[in-house]
């Protein structure tokens, strides 16, 4: 699983070299897509796979030819071998493309210190102005891939103690560092054309809200994302092989993939947002949370959908932040035209959404405290119920909260 870890960050010391890619043409290209894959962690062996999927032309995946206008670049940072993370490595950037005579070539164009991780924003933004200096172009795209959490600040991830990353992490001898939600943004430099998450728990609307000026479409799941990911095999070709990127086409891929399997690994659940509708969700949320501001403080969270799995009440404390954002105004009662317009202004932001009827039920005699969707409408949100009042602070600073007033 990708799962949620949560630990400290530290300040890192930036250096880097690099080379000149191998020309393919007069510059602009059309377009590039950019596969960040933060790997300095437990899921190293699932990501290093994604990278060979992504590589595999000759069980169908895309890999742009030397010389087209399309550019396939893989930003990594792996441990030097699984599981073992004493030892410095560096975090590099290389261009994948088919030679002349169609072999694959992973040429690594950019390099930085074994003091540098991906999720630092400053680490980050140097290797997403790198992308735009090597490979001008007119249309940009990025996959992000890692452990996640959304917009959760995570005080009970860490012994008790507040942290406030929720995206990545790398590991570094004792140390961890991982990104909060709110310098995602600083690290990526221009506005993307899609920006999606192989990531767990990033479907929130806390953190989609705060992540809108990045993408004109953000791709997210609200519930965990088993480790096989995204279909890599897929993805270049949805991305780059037709006359423009469809990241429609990689979140339906994803769905179908699990949808497919059986059992417990037929488990999923993805959204497509249309950034540029959220405001408008906003204002609509910001009225019935004025209007239902005390139902929403008192609601049971058993009786609303949930997007993570619970066996008992102390998990329910400390993970209980991931439900349905419709489902938590209808059962703090709503009346039916109020959840209409409710669900319009929701409509207007999905561009895609789909769901297993199912996540991770028991199948094989172990209990793996899954759920069944009863509702799903693309977002996620919390319920505003926090154990102390410095988690209450936290999510006061969201933009979400600020533009709808949730939490006083």
Known sequence: MKRILFILAALLTLAG???KPVPGKDIP?????VLYSIARNNLSEDLENDIKELCDVKNGAYVPEYGCDKALIVVVHT??????????????????????????????????????????????????????????????????????????????????KMTTKSFGQEIQG?????????????????????????????????????????????????TEVLSDGFNYLRLGRKLLGGDQASPEGVCKDFFEQYDIKTGR???ACIALVKTSELPGLAEVCGRLFRDYSTEIQ???????????????????????????????????????????????????????????????????GYNWHGFTFEHFCGLGMSIPQFPSDEMRDWYRTLAWNQATGLVK
């Not at 290209?29 to 897509?33: I, T």
């Not at 054309?193 to 705060?210: H, I, P, S």
């Not at 329910?316 to 035209?337: C, K, N, P, S």
């Not at 669900?343 to 207007?348: H, N, Q, V």
């Open 17 to 19: 070299c690099e080379k």
């Open 29 to 33: 290209y059309d377009r590039v897509a």
């Open 79 to 160: 441990p030097y071998s699984y599981y073992s993370y004493d030892k410095p490595t560096l975090p590099v950037m290389m261009n994948i493309y088919r030679d002349k005579s169609g072999s694959v070539v992973r040429d690594t164009v950019f390099s930085m210190s074994g003091t540098s991780f991906l999720t630092d924003s400053n680490v980050m933004r140097t290797f997403f102005n790198k992308v735009r200096e090597l490979f001008p172009a007119d249309h940009y795209g990025a996959i992000l891939s890692s452990h996640g959490s959304g917009w959760l600040p995570g005080p009970y991830y860490s012994n008790g």
């Open 174 to 222: 004792e140390d961890q560092y991982l990104m909060d939600i709110q310098d995602l943004p600083d690290g990526l430099p221009f506005k993307l054309d899609y920006l999606l998450f192989d990531a767990c728990l990033m479907g929130n609307v806390e953190t989609v809200y705060e992540l809108r000026q990045c993408a004109d479409k953000i791709g997210v799941s609200a």
């Open 265 to 267: 690994d037929k488990s």
């Open 298 to 364: 008192e609601l049971d969270p058993l009786s609303v959908q949930r997007f993570f799995r619970y066996s008992g009440k102390e998990e329910l404390l400390h993970h209980g932040w991931f439900y349905d954002l419709e489902d938590i105004i209808r059962v703090a009662g709503a009346t039916e035209q109020e959840l209409s317009e409710l669900g319009s202004a929701i409509e207007s932001c999905i561009i895609y959404k789909a769901n297993t009827p199912e996540f991770m039920m028991s199948h094989d």
